[in-house]
């Protein structure tokens, strides 16, 4: 039914009351089918809204006489009353229908056990490459960091290996360019140290190591490094021997031996391979040490002076140590892991055996 104030002129009461009842009717049948509180509003809109039928039925009655105004409007107005308060009061209901709905919806049920998330930890090599540098850093030395991928100067040249000295061969490595390769150990962080300071210089150099070799459970083609370097006035082989035997007490927490095995790296004078006691027979002999009883740890001497010439150092004036040692080694010692493959296969059913850090 559609009602519009122009058409509409008050021919009687009965016309007045004919539609207003019809209006009802049609506003309770309508209400009826309101399912939520913003139908119910569009209903509001719809019958009391400026542009609604009571409204019409208010303009019609302006042309009526007074007697007709009076009994008239009240009608009308008692329609407009009934209708708003019955929309207020379907709405209030619908409204707290709806949020109950939603707080039902909504409900977080506090008691349920939470998810475990799962937070991941360090590699066991990283673990062993920060404690390693924590324990150096106490001792006083800084960290530098040099390239993975490096040029034949800094890899070899300037730590005194000629060019076709057999040393290298106990180093083949990966090549990118007839002189770019990847670097076989971190000791190449020595001499751009020394292009870069002055003494006295007192570095550890971590990183990835790599060379071309077969993988076998005690080699393999990557690995990572720790290098040291340390250069002053006066630097003494005691002075390499004694921090050494600190560092090994304390990354190992036991009271150890160091034993010094004479051995060639072009870029040290005198070189020498470092031993601790075994830390599982102290001596004795058992299958960790093969029955030597002694664990080979790193390598180690007092810079070749060459090579402190090479980066700008008066061997007259300055010496100094380095000693290098594999990270992944000194993890198996520590952790009696038998095979340095397992360190890179990513099989969480071994990484997971080490503690969480
Ligand atoms: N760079 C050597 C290697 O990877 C290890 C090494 C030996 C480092 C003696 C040193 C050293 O600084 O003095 O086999």
Not at 61 to 82: A, F, I
Not at 161 to 179: C, E, G, K, L, S
Not at 238 to 250: G, H, M, P, R
Request: glycine share 6%.
């Amino acid at each position: 039914m559609h009602f519009h104030s122009e058409v509409n002129i008050v021919q009687g009461v009965d016309i007045v009351q004919q539609v207003s009842k019809a209006l009802r009717e049609e506003f309770f049948s309508e209400l009826n089918l309101c399912k939520d509180t913003s139908a119910v509003e569009q209903l509001r809109v719809k019958y009391l809204g400026k542009k609604g039928p009571i409204q019409d039925l208010m303009k019609s009655l302006k042309s009526g006489t007074p007697e007709e105004k009076r009994v008239l409007g009240k009608e009308v107005n008692d329609l407009k009353e009934e209708i708003a308060s019955k929309i207020g009061e379907t709405a209030a209901f619908m409204r707290k229908r709806e949020i109950d709905e939603q707080l039902l919806n909504e409900k977080i049920d506090v008691t349920l056990p939470g998810r475990r998330s799962f937070a991941g930890r360090k590699h066991p090599v990283s673990a062993a490459m920060d404690e390693i540098l924590e324990i150096l850093m106490e001792m006083g030395f800084s960290v530098q960091y040099g390239p993975d991928i490096d040029t034949d100067y800094y890899n070899f040249g300037a730590l005194n290996f000629a060019p076709d000295h057999p040393a290298r061969d106990m180093q083949d490595t990966f090549y990118i360019a007839p002189n770019v390769l990847l670097r076989t150990h971190t000791s190449n962080v020595q001499a751009r140290v020394m292009e870069q300071h002055r003494p006295p210089i007192r570095i550890v150099a971590p990183g990835n190591a790599y060379r071309n070799e077969t993988i076998t459970a005690r080699s393999h083609v990557f690995f990572h490094q720790i290098e040291g370097l340390y250069i002053d006035k006066g630097v003494s082989f005691a002075d390499l021997l004694s921090t050494l035997e600190e560092f090994y007490k304390k990354l190992f927490r036991a009271d150890i031996t160091l034993r010094c095995r004479p051995s060639y790296f072009p870029f040290v004078e005198p070189g020498m391979e470092v031993d601790i006691s075994c830390l599982q027979c102290n001596r004795r002999g058992c299958s960790l040490c093969k029955y030597s009883g002694w664990l080979e740890v790193c390598g180690a001497g007092l810079v070749h002076p060459e090579v402190l010439k090479n980066g700008d150092v008066d061997p007259e004036i300055y010496s100094g140590y380095a000693f290098g040692m594999g990270v992944e080694r000194t993890l198996l010692l520590k952790k009696g892991v038998s095979d340095i493959r397992l360190l890179s296969e990513n099989d969480l059913r071994f990484l997971q055996q080490f503690d969480a850090i």
